[in-house]
């Protein structure tokens, strides 16, 4: 069965360093997402991508979030100076489309600690 | 603003009880309304989806759950656990049919006793 897959499952970081999430959508989908889980708390959308570039962001997606296709297969989340309240886990998510009959699906997840 | 309760946020019951977890949502338009199970280690999967007709949706190992607009209520029940039903489970909205922006309950943590 096809799924989206995530590296690296747990990263620790100190404040300030850049990190990158990687992400490998399901190869027919199109649309890709990420959300986020601060511990204890809900689970967060963060941003949309579709055809190589944001369709949608959440307030908390700021100057310090970007995200990028670099090729046909990944799907990258970049965090440039993290601040230890980006520990969360983060979801990746694609799907083939848009519409009422199409499903997200989600990867495990990358746990991230900021230090 | 759109917002998604979970009531319950650890629940422990024995192997054959029944579960119901509740999940309310707040938003007065259409919605689409989802339950998602994480298994220790592993990605979130959808367990069951509503968009429209019947309020009562099944789904797969044996949920189901249903959607009372009255109450804007879609709580999902299973008849009987199993001790390989623990997990972490989330209720969704998406408010906005046609996108896949959902807004997430904080989750429930079953855990079920063998």
């Known amino acids: 069965e096809p799924e989206v897959t995530q590296t690296p499952s747990h990263q620790v970081t100190q404040m300030g360093q850049e990190v990158i999430l990687r992400c490998v959508p399901i190869s027919n989908h199109l649309y890709f997402y990420w959300y986020r889980q601060i511990l204890g708390q809900k689970v967060e959308f963060l941003v949309s991508?579709?055809?190589?570039?944001?369709?949608?962001k959440s307030e908390i997606f700021d100057d310090q979030f970007s995200v990028e296709r670099p090729d046909g297969s990944n799907f990258t989340l970049k965090i440039r100076s993290t601040k230890l309240e980006d520990s969360a886990m983060y979801f990746c998510?694609?799907?083939?489309?848009?519409?009422?009959?199409?499903?997200?699906?989600f990867g495990q997840g990358t746990r991230l600690t900021v230090v | 603003a759109q917002s998604v309760s979970q009531h319950n946020h650890h629940v422990i019951l024995s192997e054959a009880a029944s579960l119901e977890l509740g999940c309310n949502y707040s938003y007065g338009g259409t919605v689409n309304l989802f339950w998602y199970v994480q298994y220790p280690g592993q990605h979130l999967q959808l367990l069951l989806k509503?968009?429209?007709?019947?309020?009562l949706v099944k789904g797969i190992k044996g949920f189901e759950a249903e959607f009372i607009k009255s109450k804007f209520s879609f709580n999902l029940r299973k008849p009987s656990v199993q001790w390989s039903d623990t997990a972490e489970y989330f209720c969704a909205v998406n408010a906005r049919p046609g996108t896949y922006k959902y807004i997430f309950g904080t989750g429930t943590r079953l855990k079920v006793l063998a």
């Open positions: 991508f579709y055809n190589n570039e944001i369709s949608e």
């Open positions: 509503y968009f429209s007709g019947d309020p």
């Open positions: 998510a694609s799907s083939e489309g848009q519409g009422p009959n199409t499903e997200a699906f």
